[in-house]
């Protein structure tokens, strides 16, 4: 089983989600690694999760945009890659030698800041506070930036969205709802939408 482009589940919390998201061949697992934060993981949990797991990436996540102790906060987790939440945390997070990705609202995207941190960022993860189609000013910058979209898509529209250029969606994940009781629905639609069909006939 594959799936038809990229594809980062962030705010992973808990095995199950992080079971499932590995049984679907996604790419990345997000975990946030700031006390404080809503999905906070501490590194016991993650290295618990981490272990029941094969075949995925795992990205450190930085909610807050104002934090100069990014090194510190990486020591105790194993990762393949780091998630900041400003430009300015960019070079920071570049010192710890893991492969960088900026999360942004789209309503702050500027081709300056698109321009200036192109060499510097795995990619661009756009997100948006709106619910709403993405706008044809986004799309249209996929050819020369590496956008994630975290926003604007659903089972019944993600296959186009992922023709058009962008280099691939991202999901979030969620509390369970008892241990080990999880509902996939919204997300088991995504990503079954996006299942390469590799039936042999």
């Known amino acids: 089983m594959a799936l038809k482009t990229f594809v980062k589940v962030s705010g992973i919390n808990n095995l199950s989600d992080a079971r499932y998201c590995s049984g679907m061949e996604v790419d990345q697992l997000g975990f946030s690694i700031q006390e404080g934060s809503p999905n906070y993981t501490d590194p ?6 981490k272990g029941w797991l094969s075949g995925v990436a795992y990205v450190g996540e ?3 945009d104002n934090t100069n102790e990014i090194a510190d906060l990486v020591k105790n987790y194993e990762l393949d890659a780091l998630q900041v939440a400003s430009g300015e945390q960019v070079l920071e997070a570049q010192a710890t030698g893991l492969p960088v990705i900026l999360r942004t609202d789209v309503s702050m995207i500027t081709m300056d800041i698109l321009a200036g941190l192109k060499d510097k960022v795995s990619y661009f993860l ?3 506070v709106y619910e709403g189609q993405v706008s044809p000013d ?3 910058l996929t050819n020369e930036y590496p956008l994630v979209l975290g926003y604007g898509f659903d089972a019944g529209n993600v296959e186009t969205l992922a023709k058009s250029g962008i280099k ?4 979030k994940g969620g509390d369970e ?6 509902d996939f ?3 088991m639609d995504i990503l079954e939408a996006l299942e390469i069909d590799d039936t042999i006939e």
Request: no cysteine; charged share 30%.
């Open 126 to 128: 756009i997100e948006s």
């Open 138 to 140: 986004i799309l249209g």
């Open 44 to 49: 016991e949990k993650f290295k618990e999760i």
């Open 185 to 187: 629905d919204e997300m």
């Open 168 to 171: 691939g969606i991202a999901l």
């Open 177 to 182: 709802i008892s241990p080990g009781l999880r």
């Open 62 to 64: 930085v909610e807050a």
